[in-house]
């Protein structure tokens, strides 16, 4: 089985910075994709970023874009999610994820953290 422990996430005012991380642990691959999605309430969960394993790929929400940045250090097993100019739109609960394919991430297979609270105060 994998593991994803997500941390980092808290309470910053709105045009602050944060750094999520995801640590992975159990039966991963280096070459996995992972990503981030976040949920507001009610709300649908939604894809924030992504990034295959390698690093040749990515994808960021067009709400975030220019903002926040993905990235991964495959000796750590571990995903960041760099957040800049962080506005109250941004609260959510942050979920890290991780599936072998990269275009299947958020489908079936894909295995999931159990989610940090990131709340932007105005």
């Known amino acids: 089985q994998v593991q994803l422990v997500e941390s980092g996430g808290g309470l910053v005012q709105a045009g602050n910075s944060l750094r999520l991380s995801c640590a992975a642990s159990?039966?991963?691959?280096?070459?996995?994709?992972m990503g981030w999605f976040r949920q507001a309430p009610g709300k649908e969960r939604e894809l924030v970023a992504r990034?295959?394993?390698?690093?040749?790929?990515?994808y960021y929400a067009d709400s975030v874009k220019g903002r926040f940045t993905i990235s991964r250090d495959n000796a750590k097993s571990t995903v960041y999610l760099q957040m800049n100019v962080l506005k109250p739109e941004d609260t959510a609960v942050y979920y890290c994820?991780?599936?072998?394919?990269?275009?299947?991430?958020?489908?079936?297979?894909?295995?999931w953290g159990q989610g940090t609270q990131l709340t932007v105060s105005s």
């Open positions: 159990g039966r991963t691959f280096s070459s996995y994709a």
């Open positions: 990034i295959n394993w390698i690093g040749s790929v990515t």
């Open positions: 994820a991780t599936h072998e394919n990269y275009y299947l991430l958020g489908s079936a297979g894909t295995y």
